[in-house]
């Protein structure tokens, strides 16, 4: 008896979780999609007024010291792109540029960065230009920093 009313239990459980993201859009299937959409593709909806903003999901690396892990770096940032399609476009290879990102990020913070000293955002931000350039060419999109935050131990 146990055993069914925990199975019951459970199923309902996935059941209101699953339809939770239905009802929190409103339930309208164009608004579903286009979250699903933008969620897939690891990106975020940018506030009002900014519709040429492509909003990244934020990256963090460990910061070392020789072998020893002294820190944290926090990094968020976004893509300028006035051109719709290549906005659109730029969204589809959102997996590619956050890994991309994320490995130089992970570069700098693991053996360029000095634990105690300001990161050097112009060398960090030319890196991450170079990349989104080479994924999604030359002058369509630019990259910009929203914040860079250190957590040294």
Request: charged share 20%; hydrophobic share 45%; glycine share 8%.
């Amino acid at each position: 008896m146990i055993q069914k009313t925990s199975i019951s239990i459970l199923a309902l459980s996935l059941a209101v979780f699953i339809g939770t993201p239905a009802l929190a859009n409103g339930g309208g299937k164009n608004k579903e999609k286009a979250v699903a959409e933008k969620s897939a593709f690891g990106v975020m909806k940018a506030s009002a007024g900014s519709e040429n903003f492509l909003v990244f999901y934020p990256s963090a690396a460990t910061i070392f010291a020789g072998y020893k892990p002294m820190g944290l770096m926090h990094f968020e940032y976004g893509l300028e792109i006035k051109d719709d399609n290549d906005r659109e476009r730029a969204a589809k290879l959102a997996p590619r540029l956050r890994e991309a990102y994320a490995r130089l990020l992970a570069q700098y913070a693991g053996s360029l960065y000095t634990p105690g000293e300001v990161p050097d955002i112009e060398y960090l931000s030319a890196r991450m230009q170079s990349a989104t350039d080479r994924i999604i060419g030359k002058g369509k999109a630019q990259f910009l920093v929203s914040t860079l935050m250190v957590n040294d131990h």
